[in-house]
């Protein structure tokens, strides 16, 4: 990677560091040289890192998101210690250093591709040269000389940058141009969804919308090895498309999909594509009768299932006050990186990255609600039991909390509570969850469009990012955009249903249903109770009834390519090979499977059974540790197809 030459709008300024105060116009003009010179949304996501982050991830000091509580440092302040950094990495003999480092990796990196072999990472190193000088700054403005002072001034940073600070994001640009990188020009922000979603899926190679069937139609095959292959996976794959009859065919990324499906345990008929059973309205509803619902893998909304008498949680968590007292001085990671639908929807795309404390949170939502508009961040996905201890006591503490009423329904709660809290509309895109979802919305509004786990092969998976969809969300499938139905074809096939979740509703969301959301205009808050299936609803699969068989396939091709590197296979047969055939498949983090069976509770049992076993039921499913066995203890592992070249030659 080439040095990046640095075009400095300070270069001709007399600076004093103490004062910043003539950037300003400065930047101003810095800007707008950086809009004219605007790259193309496929250039914009070309130079970042997938999944794209805009300025989430170490942008001057390339520190890992940390803790950035602490002292607020002031707009002002903030300017003076990135024009300090700005003035260190200028220092010619560091520049030297740093184009030594980027030397050594252009020349690991032309190494590598010769050889194959994994190129290192010079970022460890740029950290290690960088720390001194990055250390002495935080420590003259009173911060600590350690990853966590870093850490402060980094997160200052990132936020005040996602708030739209033109100056900050100039210096910021200027700093980092002078360590290699990137400036900060392609943050999200700047790209429409759509173009976005797109790009996205470019960028995740050519492999993820390989049909299968083709793949082994056109192996040259060579070896006994790879005529086993073919003939063996071109079986697979025909079984699989005749059984599940996807639309577009078994891409990888459909396969990629299905094998998570099959890895925790999803019945093969909720996988061929049918028509999705109606979402049905309960009102007071027993275990039992949910439980029902659980089995058939179909949504259910329980009207009304919780109010501030019987869970106070209810009225508390709605009450701005009533949160400052309790958990306003805690520092929590909110979502910051956002874009803009052609419906003028602000969909936030990954995982929560800058912290904020609670009370400013707090404070922001209600200036929004007072001027009817947005704000810059999104606190979703955040642990209570973690980030928020005050909160998951009081859940914790209720005694008629959903999670004491139905949990019997469901497997191990091992992520506790979490919560979703935002407003102006905040919407995620679509996507789907390896979990049981049991949701409660405790203020404001939700509005779902939600997809059953067949219509996986209508959402445009691709391997890297398999549960979530490309396609931008709320789009009605009879009415598809020229646009969409041109990038994402096989989406009017899909089969949504309308969701509208009120303050008090309770929603069963299952395991692996697709979904976009969007919350109401003024503040909104749900409850998140994330679970694994109960072990009498697991289906075990063997390798003839799912994508297992393909998978092993690819994986004995990608064993013995990689040994012989004389072989006659293509680059893209390789990558195939190797993407899908890596066993990444069935030890990935986020699909492992529980062996902690033995922590269950029986399902609800009939209404024979007395209410004091039902209540401790309830009691022990509440737990997030081991509770006493109450269901057979059954292995979470794939069985084999018994399927091994040795056998095949």
């Not at 040269?129 to 002072?149: F, S, V």
């Not at 001034?153 to 936020?159: D, E, L, T």
């Not at 501030?308 to 007292?325: E, H, I, V």
């Amino acid at each position: 990677m080439a040095m990046v030459a640095s075009q400095s709008f300070l270069k001709d300024m007399q600076v004093n560091w103490g004062s910043i105060a003539t950037v300003s116009e400065e930047a101003s003009r810095a800007m707008e040289t950086v809009q004219a010179k605007a790259k193309q949304p496929e250039d914009m996501i070309s130079t970042a890192q997938l999944p794209v982050s805009s300025v989430r991830d170490a942008v001057i000091l390339l520190q890992s998101p940390g803790s950035g509580a602490g002292r607020e440092l002031e707009p002002d302040e903030l300017q003076e210690i990135v024009a300090e950094l700005i003035a260190a990495y200028s220092d010619p003999d560091l520049q030297r250093k740093i184009r030594e480092i980027y030397e050594k990796q252009r020349r690991a990196q032309l190494q590598a591709s010769a050889t194959g072999a994994a190129s290192e990472d010079h970022m460890a190193e740029l950290r290690e040269i960088l720390w001194p000088c990055q250390t002495d700054i935080a420590e003259a403005y009173g911060l600590p000389g350690t990853t966590e002072g870093l850490q402060r001034i980094q997160n200052s940073v990132q936020r005040r940058i996602t708030e739209g600070d033109v100056e900050i994001r100039c210096l910021a640009d200027e700093a980092l141009m002078l360590i290699g990188m990137s400036p900060l020009q392609n943050i999200i922000q700047e790209v429409k969804a759509e173009d976005f979603l797109n790009c996205i899926y470019g960028a995740a190679g050519d492999s993820s919308g390989t049909e299968i069937e083709e793949f082994f139609l056109n192996l040259r095959c060579e070896t006994p090895l790879e005529k086993a292959a073919r003939a063996r996976g071109l079986m697979a794959a025909r079984r699989l498309k005749e059984e599940r009859n996807p639309p577009g065919g078994l891409t990888c990324g459909l396969l990629r999909t299905w094998a998570a499906y099959e890895k925790l345990g999803l019945a093969p008929q909720h996988i061929i594509s049918t028509a999705p059973p109606p979402v049905a309205r309960l009102k007071n509803p027993s275990a039992a009768q949910v439980w029902e619902f659980v089995l058939r893998n179909q949504p259910v909304i329980i009207e009304g299932a919780c109010n501030p008498k019987d869970f106070p949680p209810a009225g508390d968590f709605a009450d701005f006050d009533y949160l400052r007292a309790r958990c306003g001085h805690r520092y929590v990671k909110v979502k910051g990186d956002s874009c803009w639908d052609n419906k003028g929807r602000q969909l936030f795309l990954n995982d929560p990255t800058i912290e904020i404390s609670v009370s400013d949170y707090l404070d922001l939502v209600e200036v929004a609600e007072e001027h009817e508009t947005c704000i810059s961040w999104y606190m979703g996905k955040l642990p209570l039991h973690t980030d928020l201890p005050e909160l998951f006591e009081d859940i914790n503490s209720s005694p008629n909390s959903p999670w004491r009423k139905f949990g019997t329904c469901f497997g191990e709660n091992n992520k506790g509570v979490h919560t979703y809290f935002g407003c102006g509309g905040n919407t995620t895109c679509i996507h789907s969850d390896p979990s049981e979802n049991l949701l409660l919305v405790v203020m404001g509004e939700k509005f779902m469009d939600i997809y059953p786990p067949c219509d996986a092969a209508c959402m445009h998976t691709t391997v890297k990012k398999f549960l979530n969809s490309l396609v931008p969300p709320f789009i009605d499938p009879n009415f598809v955009p020229e646009e969409v139905d041109k990038n994402w074809g096989n989406y009017k096939y899909a089969q949504p249903q309308k969701v509208h979740l009120k303050a008090g509703d309770l929603f069963y969301l299952p395991i692996f249903w697709w979904h976009s959301v969007q919350g109401s205009i003024g503040r909104n808050m749900i409850l998140n109770w994330w679970c694994l299936q109960h072990p009498y609803k697991e289906h075990k699969y063997t390798g003839y009834e799912g994508a297992r068989e393909v998978l092993e396939v690819l994986q004995h091709l990608n064993e013995a390519w990689s040994s012989n590197d004389k072989s006659s296979a293509s680059a893209q047969e390789r990558s195939v090979a190797q993407e899908l055939g890596n066993g990444v498949l069935y030890s990935d983090s986020m699909c492992a499977a529980s062996n902690s069976y033995k922590k269950l509770v029986a399902p609800p049992a009939p209404k024979s059974l007395s209410q004091e076993n039902r209540g401790m039921n309830d009691m022990n499913s509440m737990s997030l540790g081991p509770t006493k066995a109450r269901a057979p203890a059954t292995s979470g592992s794939v069985p084999t197809n018994g399927f091994r070249w040795k056998s095949s030659r």
